[in-house]
């Protein structure tokens, strides 16, 4: 049994790693992030699931969606970062994150979710939404607000 859930961890973990690599190479072709996408995917993924394990994993029964692990991935690595300067890696992260959010805002309906995904896309929700609050109110983002007013 354990070979077969070492497995399927893995590929869980290269499903959501190729979502955050993805939105990463997005973010590379506007120039703000010109590190190893996959790489970097792959480290902050790793990183989620190695904090809680027995969430990602599925030992309570049931495993979060990709999506989720990918959300959950970037929030957390949002969290530990804490810089919130444009250009810093937690400000990419963060345009990552929005992306997510976006999506399941808009099409959250059509994914199978459960109440795991809630609670974890709710948690990821609650970072974004501190981080764009933080942002907003920083001396940069004022004065820019100012040149568009």
């Avoid at 790693?17 to 990463?24: D, E, F, G, S």
């Avoid at 999506?103 to 974890?120: M, T």
């Avoid at 501190?130 to 001396?139: G, H, N, Q, Y």
Wanted: aromatic residues 8%.
């Amino acid at each position: 049994m354990g070979f077969f859930k070492g497995i399927k961890d893995t590929y869980k973990k290269s499903e959501a790693a190729v979502i955050v690599q993805n939105l990463l190479d997005e973010v590379a072709k506007v120039g703000l992030f010109s590190g190893d996408a996959s790489k970097t995917a792959n480290i902050l993924v790793g990183a989620v699931w190695d904090s809680m394990p027995e969430i990602f994993g599925g030992a309570y029964g049931q495993r979060p969606h990709k999506i989720t692990v990918a959300a959950s991935a970037l929030a957390n690595a949002i969290v530990i970062d804490d810089a919130g300067k444009p250009g810093s890696m937690s400000f990419i992260l963060a345009i990552s994150l929005g992306k997510i959010m976006n999506e399941v805002g808009l099409r959250g309906d059509l994914y199978p979710f459960n109440s795991l995904d809630a609670r974890l896309l709710d948690s990821a929700a609650q970072v974004f939404t501190e981080f764009s609050s933080r942002l907003s109110d920083s001396p940069l983002m004022k004065e820019l607000q100012g040149d568009f007013v």
